[in-house]
Nanobody, 122 residues
């Protein structure tokens, strides 16, 4: 019943910026924590960041801290502002919702979007 749809991916040069959005729909009580993961070809899905729906707490992987910012608004949307992008940021980015257990582990998350491709050229 919960649906997540990502948008905003694309091609950008190293040092550039992109803003991803995740639109959530479904039960009105689905205001649980949200997060972003990414997966490069041939690699495991990697934790990027997470946020409580109220925005009171945020968590970032060391690889993106200081460059990426996760945020929420009042329209069931979570965004990921990505600045100073690096080629190693190239991956499919997935929005996720409702973790149980270790939120840095992709298997802990109950709902996923379809993913959006981010490619950073050198």
């Amino acid at each position: 019943q919960v649906q997540l749809v990502e948008s905003g991916g694309g091609l950008v040069q190293a040092g550039g910026s992109l803003r991803l959005s995740c639109a959530a729909s479904g039960p009105s009580f689905s205001n649980f924590p949200m997060g972003w993961f990414r997966q490069a070809p041939g690699k495991e899905r990697e934790f990027v960041c997470a946020i409580t729906w109220s925005g009171s707490s945020t968590f970032y992987a060391d690889s993106v801290k200081g460059r990426f910012t996760i945020s929420t608004d009042d329209a069931n949307t979570v965004s990921l502002q990505m600045n100073t992008l690096k080629p190693e940021d190239t991956a499919v980015y997935y929005c996720a919702a409702d973790p149980e257990g270790d939120y840095t582990d992709y298997v802990a998350w109950g709902y996923w979007g379809q993913g959006t491709q981010v490619t950073v050229s050198s």
